[in-house]
């Protein structure tokens, strides 16, 4: 059980059989009345953010949540394959159970995939990804590190923007939390 008074941000809490984790709270303690919390609460599910108040002192129940470290085997359209790094069991998942960022996925990177139930709802990849560009728009003599930003497909399919300078070929890192480009790796 966890109580209003333990929320903080990235707790997680079961809300009508659903996992939710605190994204933002407040106490707040009105003039007049009892306190209450406000909160932002995004489900894993669903991915949709919702508000919700709630009354000082309410208790919940905490979600069942498995976190297994795995290892991207392959993926195949719609399906990825993982293995257990613990018991080498080998696992395949949609796309729609893995959630976002999961087409910035890379052959054998360890990962955390969160389990509700027995089935996976979020995939945790390494904070910084190392990619190569493989399609972007040339770079132009006189673009600077200080300009604008051109869309660029990585190994893996995904896009993100880059810096104009930034030719084919090359290796970037990027952060997987918010989908930046962070440096060009030599």
Not at 41 to 58: A, C, H, M, P, Q
Not at 113 to 135: A, D
């Amino acid at each position: 059980m966890i109580s209003t008074a333990e929320f903080r941000n990235g707790a997680r809490l079961e809300l009508d059989g659903q996992p939710f984790y605190i994204v933002e709270f407040q106490h707040v303690k009105p003039g007049k009345g009892p306190a209450f919390v406000r909160t932002k609460l995004k489900g894993y599910k669903t991915g949709n953010v919702i508000d919700r108040t709630f009354r000082s002192g309410e208790k919940f129940d905490e979600p069942n949540l498995d976190e297994c470290e795995m290892q991207f085997l392959y993926s195949g359209g719609d399906e990825y394959s993982f293995m257990d790094t613990t018991s080498y069991e080998q696992v395949t998942y949609t796309k729609n159970q893995l959630g976002e960022n999961v087409d910035l996925l890379k052959e054998n990177t360890i990962v955390k995939v969160l389990l509700y139930q027995g089935e996976p709802i979020s995939v945790e990849l390494p904070i910084f990804m190392e990619l190569k560009v493989v399609e972007t728009d040339p770079g132009i003599r006189g673009d600077t590190a200080s300009g604008g930003t051109k869309p660029a497909t990585v190994e893996t399919g995904a896009t993100v923007k880059v810096p104009l300078y930034l030719e084919s070929g090359e290796t970037i890192k990027i952060d997987t939390r918010t989908r930046a480009y962070v440096e060009r790796v030599r």
